[in-house]
């Protein structure tokens, strides 16, 4: 697939042994030792996606997400010995896509990180748009319509809209919809999302009724 994928793994011969096998599948994979090479790495470059190790020397994997998803929508996978459902949790909060717990199938690993690699480009993104449900994102001139009437959008609402197209018919936690449209760093309340959530139904009428709420959950795009 000719993918661009960062290995943050401090196992030397596991990172070899996952560097060789994206290499064979035609992908271009882009090694770090730790956790502080992989932020390096990520500055200079963009990838289609990273995967990173949690136990790692100089910063941890939990701390590179958190990093990362400040700036970067990339798809990330966690390479884990962890199991803890607490452990899972909190990464999928700062932001992870995936868990793959160690010892993993190459097989498998390689299969999740093209679907999110596909999903993020992706099977909804053609040519600079996501569209689903009769509404349509161009991405460069950040442009909304619903049906064939534009809509506009604050900032806040784009990334939103977006976030949730990008995980079409998966829910989103509040708690996810802040990492990514707002930031780890955001300190304010996570009902500040259903806020934008009725702001953005409100703008797009009749289409609004793909975002459907899920109680105790979060939020979710049908389409």
């Not at 770090?32 to 941890?60: C, N, Q, R, Y």
């Not at 590179?64 to 199991?83: H, N, W």
């Amino acid at each position: 697939m000719d993918c661009k994928i960062l290995i943050a793994e401090d196992e030397p011969r596991l990172r070899e042994v996952l560097c060789d096998y994206f290499k064979s599948r035609g992908d271009v994979p882009v090694e770090a030792a730790d956790g502080a090479a992989a932020l390096e790495l990520s500055k200079d470059g963009e990838f289609d996606a990273v995967l990173l190790d949690i136990m790692m020397p100089e910063l941890d994997g939990l701390s590179v997400c958190r990093t990362l998803r400040r700036t970067k929508d990339v798809p990330i996978i966690f390479l884990t010995a962890l199991s803890d459902e607490e452990d899972k949790l909190l990464g999928y909060e700062l932001g992870a896509d995936d868990y793959v717990t160690k010892p993993f199938s190459l097989t498998l690993l390689y299969a999740k990180t093209m679907a999110l690699i596909r999903r993020s480009r992706g099977d909804l993104l053609t040519h600079d748009r996501l569209s689903a449900a009769g509404i349509t994102l161009e991405l460069s001139t950040r442009r909304v319509f619903a049906g064939r009437r534009e809509v506009s959008l604050t900032p806040k609402e784009f990334a939103l809209l977006s976030c949730l197209m990008r995980n079409r018919n998966m829910v989103m936690s509040r708690e996810q919809l802040l990492v990514k449209c707002w930031g780890y760093d955001y300190e304010g309340e996570s009902r500040a999302v259903d806020t934008q959530i009725r702001r953005l139904r409100d703008k797009l009428g009749e289409y609004s009724a793909c975002i459907k709420t899920v109680i105790k959950a979060g939020y979710k795009l049908e389409g």
